[in-house]
């Protein structure tokens, strides 16, 4: 089934950059759609971002369009988060998650165990 | 954006009753594959969520088979024929079909009466 790890979550005043990592191990990396799925404290869940498996193309949350930048290294098997331009409102936990299918449509079937991200002055 | 919007926001349930909760999407689900892309998920306490059903009512791998999804169209249905105490948590629906953006829910808590 697979299993995902991030890394790279901390705290930061408004303005800063992050970036976060995910490590991916027991499927193959290469083959599956990606994504960064975030949750604000006390809070549903909030789709990021997502990146094609092959070609890399990206796609993102308005919310984020501009300041984040998502991709991957299939030679690393690692997906990659970078936060620019940092809000409160970024304040989150951040998961990484894995594509069922070879579509996004049908939703994430590995979720990583996700990274805080906490902005503050 | 297509809207999700769950209901009830909140549901008590008694260990062994069953239990539904809604989904309504602002527009239609049906892409042009044919496909109707409507995913439950769910989260329990200090956990990352899971996914349990995907296009409308196919149980992901291990799910027991008391959950089962319904629907068509905007209008869908997770149900529990039996809840059991590891069912509590907040899920989520997830549309996919009109994609980008993938959009979820507000959440629906179940909890034990």
């Known amino acids: 089934e697979g299993q995902l790890l991030e890394s790279g979550g901390g705290l930061l005043q408004p303005g800063g950059s992050l970036r976060l990592s995910c490590a991916a191990s027991?499927?193959?990396?290469?083959?599956?759609?990606m994504t960064w799925v975030r949750q604000a404290p006390g809070k549903g869940l909030e789709w990021v971002s997502g990146?094609?498996?092959?070609?890399?193309?990206?796609y993102y949350a308005d919310s984020v369009k501009g300041r984040f930048t998502i991709s991957r290294d299939n030679s690393k098997n690692t997906l990659y988060l970078q936060m620019n331009s940092l809000r409160a409102e970024d304040t989150a936990v951040y998961y990484c998650?894995?594509?069922?299918?070879?579509?996004?449509?049908?939703?994430?079937?590995?979720w990583g165990q996700g990274t805080t991200v906490t902005v503050s002055s | 954006d297509v809207v999700m919007t769950q209901s009830p926001l909140s549901l008590p349930v008694t260990l062994g009753q069953p239990a539904s909760i809604s989904c309504r999407s602002s527009?239609?689900?049906?892409?042009?594959?044919?496909?109707?892309?409507l995913n439950w998920f769910q989260q329990r306490p200090g956990q990352s969520p899971r996914r349990l059903i995907y296009?409308?009512?196919n149980r992901d791998s291990g799910v027991p088979d008391r959950f089962s999804g319904s629907g068509s169209g905007t209008d869908f249905t997770l149900k529990i024929s039996r809840v059991e105490a590891e069912d509590v948590g907040v899920y989520y629906c997830?549309?996919?079909?009109?994609?980008?953006?993938?959009?979820f829910g507000q959440g629906t808590r179940l909890e034990i009466k």
């Open positions: 998650a894995k594509v069922g299918m070879a579509t996004i449509r049908e939703g994430m079937d590995v």
């Open positions: 027991g499927f193959t990396f290469s083959n599956y759609p």
């Open positions: 990146i094609t498996a092959s070609d890399g193309r990206t």
């Open positions: 527009q239609s689900l049906v892409y042009s594959d044919g496909n109707t892309y």
């Open positions: 296009k409308v009512s």
């Open positions: 997830m549309q996919g079909t009109h994609w980008p953006p993938i959009t």
